[in-house]
């Protein structure tokens, strides 16, 4: 049993170095240091010369697997290997570290086989907590902002944003408007502008039972029709209900046809 023991310590302690023609039994993990819900991987490794029937037992104790170990089975050089990988959380008190960090110890993994059985020592990592004891029993919480990301606006600066577009689109057709009521002479044929108003009456009255982008064409129909006629102050109205949000209503289109038959009776 000591040229076992030795033969065990010399394959832990060197994993590196050639292996022993006696049996092994050899632990790894690739981290030995981490924290509450930060993964980690658990193998354990059994070499056994001259045998077929091996059982390797690694028990995670209080720590628990994210999914089922892997373990694979072959021969090399005439010895039986069996390794056993895991992927192993803290998620317990039983593993969880307090205010400072704590030392925990993993169940000794085994080895049988017919000829006899072998254990590896206890393995241990360190479990340290996530935040300072001073965090903790802080009366506000601290939190930490992670700055390799850049900030993107909040929907309300989006919002603000929409808003100020539409503004500048809603002033664009006003000058738009403006401008066509300067450079237009105004027609002085009573009959042809008889005919432009009451054809705008109409289709803003029809409008009201049509789907809004009907009632948009309607009001921009008739924004145009008193912009010719120079009237400014219904031209603004009209575009406003033909191109801003939100979609105009049946009651926009009927106050707008009514703004125009007074406007054509003055």
């Known amino acids: 049993m000591k040229k076992l023991a030795v033969a065990l310590v010399v394959a832990l302690a060197a994993p590196g ?92 993994p085994t080895a049988r086989w017919d000829g006899g059985s072998l254990t590896a020592p206890r393995p241990q990592v360190m479990l340290v907590p996530r935040v300072s004891a001073s965090a903790v029993s802080a009366a506000r919480a601290r939190y930490l902002a992670d700055t390799s990301v850049p900030a993107r606006p909040g929907l309300g600066l989006a919002a603000a944003l929409l808003g100020a577009g539409a503004l ?55 924004g145009r029709a008193s912009a010719r006629w120079g009237d400014g102050a219904t031209a603004a109205d009209a575009a406003r209900i033909a191109w801003s949000p939100p979609d105009p209503d049946a009651s926009e289109v009927g106050v707008l046809a009514d703004r125009l038959e007074r406007r054509d009776g003055e």
Do not use: M, N, W
């Open 168 to 222: 500048v689109a809603l002033a664009f057709a006003v000058a738009l408007l403006a401008l066509a009521v300067r450079r237009e002479p105004r027609r002085s044929s009573g009959a042809a502008r008889t005919l432009s108003f009451d054809e705008a009456v109409r289709l803003l009255r029809e409008s009201r039972g049509r789907p809004a982008p009907d009632r948009r064409r309607a009001a921009d129909f008739a």
């Open 17 to 108: 170095v050639a292996r022993a023609a006696g049996p092994q039994l050899t632990v790894s993990l690739d981290r030995h240091s981490f924290s509450l819900g930060d993964p980690f991987h658990y193998t354990v490794e059994a070499r056994i010369p001259a045998t077929t029937t091996v059982q390797v037992t690694a028990d995670l104790g209080p720590f628990t697997a994210v999914a089922a170990p892997s373990t694979t089975r072959t021969r090399e050089h005439g010895a039986a290997v069996v390794r056993i990988e895991q992927l192993a959380v803290c998620l317990d008190r039983g593993c969880a570290p307090g205010a400072k960090a704590r030392e925990v110890k993993l169940p000794r």
